[in-house]
């Protein structure tokens, strides 16, 4: 996968969005994320009193779903986790086992805890 051009191209776009402050698209996304931010701590703290009804909801489950992505792509960014995934396959096919994905992606956690420690 690292060799692929087009997946390289898309980690890399990922990377600069993510880390790299003279990417022209950079700022918007931090006033994006920054303004999600807000407003939600702002629609948590007034649903208290009041009720939003559905677009509380729709609100609120899209903004948990922005956080979610945002976090996936860092993780893909900086963890080489597809490394892993293919060992894991290939020892699989190597001792004629089925793949088990779940496995594969909890070592990569595990990795990745490991070497933030």
Same mark, same amino acid.
């Given at each position: ?23 022209? !698209?950079?700022? /918007?996304?931090?006033? $994006? ?7 939600? #701590?702002?629609?948590?703290? %007034? =649903? ?19 956080? !979610?992505?945002? /976090?996936?792509?860092? $993780? ?7 490394? #892993?995934?293919?060992?894991? %396959? =290939? ?27």
């Amino acid at each position: 996968m690292a060799a692929s051009e087009r997946y390289s191209g898309w980690k890399r776009a990922v990377s600069d969005l993510l880390e790299n402050p003279k990417t022209p !698209i950079r700022p /918007y996304f931090d006033i $994006f994320m920054i303004a999600l931010v807000l407003s939600s #701590v702002w629609v948590l703290i %007034y =649903e208290v009193k009041h009720d939003l009804g559905l677009f509380g909801d729709v609100f609120e489950r899209v903004a948990v779903t922005i956080f !979610i992505v945002e /976090y996936l792509m860092r $993780f893909w960014v900086f963890n080489d986790s597809h490394k #892993v995934i293919i060992a894991r %396959y =290939e020892k699989a096919e190597f001792v004629n086992e089925p793949f088990r994905l779940g496995s594969a992606l909890w070592q990569a956690v595990k990795d990745k805890r490991v070497a933030t420690s």
